[in-house]
T-cell receptor
């Protein structure tokens, strides 16, 4: 099946710095990608929908100026956590729909962010 | 998308069948039942999906009741590597550009 890859898989940063997470569709094109966040022992929560060639759409309560999303090409979306704080520490996961009509979403491996 | 209800946790003995139930009593006629699982510290993995007929693939079987208000995911011979959180999600398949909405899922613990 289709493969979605994230980088880095884990990152530790100091409070106040910015961190960029990349999400790539390796063998297919994705005009849409979804970014999720998952806190320990909780389910995945959708943060935003990344759209190639246009602005991302954010879920209620997610600050667009803090979580910058850029869908630079049909195979790459990036999430930048700006001015990170310890409460931003979480597991960030991206996903992309496949090219068939089965409705299946392919997920990346996830990126664990720890803000000190 | 229709709401789903799953037990928060289940145990299963290694080598035995794991039967994970899901209730989706408000499912609409054009909504599919999807199952994903998430092994600790990894992204979710697609398992199977179906509309109204039972489905089987190399990973699992999906049994959907005739009224489609509930379904059961069956792992025929559970292994320790099947320990994960299993999510049952209902959504319209043709809207492939739409995201998945995750509920609490069932935490399956496969024990030796």
């Amino acid at each position: 099946g289709a493969v979605v890859s994230q980088h880095p898989s884990w990152v530790i940063c100091k409070s106040g710095t910015s961190v960029k997470i990349e999400c790539r569709s390796l063998d297919f094109q994705a005009t849409t990608m979804f970014w999720y966040r998952q806190f320990p022992k909780q389910s995945l929560m959708l943060m935003a929908t990344s759209n190639e060639g246009s602005k991302a759409t954010y879920e209620q309560g997610v600050e667009k100026d803090k979580f910058l999303i850029n869908h630079a090409s049909l195979t790459l979306s990036t999430l930048t956590v700006t001015s990170a704080h310890p409460e931003d520490s979480s597991f960030y996961i991206c996903s992309a729909p496949g090219t068939s009509n089965t409705g299946e979403l392919f997920f990346g491996e996830g990126s664990r962010l720890t803000v000190l | 998308d229709a709401k789903t209800t799953q037990p928060p946790s289940m145990d299963c003995a290694e080598g035995r069948a794991a039967n994970l139930p899901c209730n989706h009593s408000t499912i609409s006629g054009n909504e599919y039942v999807y199952w994903y699982r998430q092994i600790h510290s990894q992204g979710p993995q697609y398992i199977i999906h179906g509309l109204k007929n039972n489905e089987t693939n190399e990973m699992a079987s999906l049994i959907i009741t005739e009224d489609r208000k509930s379904s059961t995911l069956i792992l025929p011979h559970a292994t320790l590597r099947d320990t994960a959180v299993y999510y049952c999600i209902v959504r319209v398949a043709i809207n492939a550009g739409n995201m998945l909405t995750f509920g609490g899922g069932t935490r399956l613990m496969v024990k030796p």
